[in-house]
């Protein structure tokens, strides 16, 4: 009865839920499987930003019930954002949910399980369904612990939880609540931890980072809280590349562009959501910048590091974008040139302000307009990856590729490579000099001279 299958759905910041939750249940004396066929309890970590991802959560819900039925005694759980967003009404859809565990109460899934466990041996009442959904002050705090993996050498670190902003299209304000902060002195402790097991990398979570602490810690130095978070992250020996998802346009200051002149851990790689390149969608977006405000920050970015590269969020299809005010998206995208992107297809979300605007955009529109941007973020991630060719890039050696014999890592500008390699140099920070380039990878020969092979 005590083998657990975690399967997560969307974002990093959910990744890292679930490997608290994994870690909190191995301490508890659970063992963590990697299919669900060995599992006695399936705990869905879900996602409540797209329909489509609410729905996949749903579909794998509905097929374990079959196995309920054959064992009464196996475990059904939902956690996270769509536990959050749809409360006790998932149980009423999905009668055989055991445990429906909220965004602010991870921590409470080993005593949660210890108690249906023990009831369904017989040590109790049978239970009804659990559903733990309160906010909890400080609950931030409690995603700080790892897995500690053998090998791992890039770790997600929460920095925080929740969002104050009020995007039109979005249901994470409901799902994940209001922010709060974890503190600075914990973060760094936990990234000493994660640097003493052998972790190179950190990824600083949030959904809005560069809000980071606003209203809990002082700005010092006229340097915001998360540059100051940032600075100390710098000092953590072992560490040797930092990054950070996501910053939003509105909070982005003189400061952090400084930061990336000013630490050389901090990758020059950054994810910057734009969500539409049309002052009137940002508008009806409810987001609080404009086009011309989003290019001044990129503008002095490149400044800054003239090979920085830009990652972004953007939507197609919000409600009300006209022909007209795509191809100023488009032609705003175009003009970025983003190395990378996550296009979107709006998805109606209930309860949010765009759920009841008019003039919703047909699908096949939605298709087309999703393609477009598909088409010239090809062409820019293509010009920038043959750019590196006959260069030699630093990369972080993380581990076997998927297929074939040969290794992965990534360069600072968070492009994707493969190279012959072995497993001492998993970890180590290596030469890569390139010689074959597509859109979405590079390829060359490690060079070793003087690295420890
Ligand atoms: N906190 C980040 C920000 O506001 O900049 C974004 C986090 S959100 C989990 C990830 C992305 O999902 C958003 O940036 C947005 O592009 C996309 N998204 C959110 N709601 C959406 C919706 N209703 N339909 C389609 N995409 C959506």
């Known amino acids: 009865m005590n083998r657990v299958y975690i399967k997560t759905y969307g974002c990093q910041m959910n990744e890292r839920d679930s490997e608290q939750v994994a870690s909190d249940l191995r301490h508890r004396g659970y063992s963590i499987v990697d299919t669900e066929h060995d599992a006695d309890v399936v705990l869905?970590?879900?996602?409540?930003?797209?329909?489509?991802?609410?729905q996949k959560a749903i579909g794998k819900a509905g097929y374990l019930k079959k196995r309920?039925?054959?064992?009464?005694?196996?475990v059904i759980g939902v956690m996270g954002c769509m536990a959050q967003n749809h409360g006790s009404t998932l149980v009423d859809r999905l009668p055989d949910l055991d445990l429906v565990v909220g965004t602010q109460k991870f921590h409470r899934v080993p005593d949660h399980l210890d108690n249906l466990i023990q009831s369904l041996n017989g040590q109790g009442p049978r239970p009804s369904s659990i559903i733990d959904l309160d906010a909890e002050e400080g609950s931030q705090n409690t995603i700080r612990d790892h897995l500690g993996k053998k090998g791992q050498v890039s770790?997600?670190?929460s920095i925080m939880q929740g969002c104050n902003m009020n995007c039109a299209f979005c249901i994470v304000p409901k799902t994940r609540g209001r922010e709060r902060a974890r503190p600075i002195e914990e973060i760094v402790d936990e990234v000493t931890r994660v640097a003493e097991s052998g972790v190179k990398e950190v990824t600083l979570l949030g959904q809005i980072v560069t809000s980071y602490g606003r209203r809990e810690f002082p700005v010092v130095g006229g340097k915001s809280p998360f540059v100051q978070l940032l600075e100390k992250i710098q000092d953590v020996k072992g560490i040797e590349r930092i990054r950070f998802t996501s910053p939003h346009p509105r909070g982005f200051k003189q400061d952090l562009v400084e930061a990336y002149r000013d630490l050389s851990k901090l990758c020059e790689y950054i994810h910057l959501p734009l969500q539409s390149g049309c002052d009137?969608?940002?508008?009806?977006?409810?987001?609080p910048y404009t086009k011309d405000r989003y290019r001044e920050i990129v503008d002095s970015l490149r400044e800054m590091v003239p090979s920085m590269y830009f990652s972004t969020d953007i939507i197609v299809g919000f409600p009300g974008e006209t022909e007209a005010d795509f191809n100023e998206t488009a032609a705003f995208f175009d003009e970025i040139r983003y190395d990378?992107?996550?296009i979107f297809k709006y998805s109606i979300r209930t309860g949010t302000p765009a759920e009841t605007m008019p003039d919703q955009i047909p699908q096949e529109e939605k298709e087309r307009r999703n393609q477009v941007l598909l088409d010239l973020l090809h062409k820019h991630s293509l010009a920038r990856n043959e750019g590196l060719l006959g260069t030699t890039e630093q990369v972080l050696v993380e581990g076997p590729a998927k297929k074939g014999d040969k290794y992965v890592g990534h360069t600072r500008g968070w492009r994707n490579a493969i190279f012959d390699a072995n497993p001492r140099l998993v970890g180590q920070l290596v030469d890569l000099k390139i010689d074959r380039a597509t859109a979405s990878t590079v390829y060359g020969d490690l060079v070793l001279a003087g690295v420890d092979a």
Do not use: G, I
């Not at 869905?44 to 609410?54: F, G, I, Y």
């Not at 009137?280 to 987001?287: E, V």
């Open 44 to 54: 869905l970590n879900t996602c409540s930003v797209r329909d489509q991802a609410e």
């Open 68 to 74: 309920k039925r054959e064992n009464p005694n196996f």
């Open 155 to 157: 770790a997600f670190v």
């Open 280 to 287: 009137k969608t940002l508008r009806a977006m409810n987001r």
């Open 340 to 342: 990378m992107a996550y």
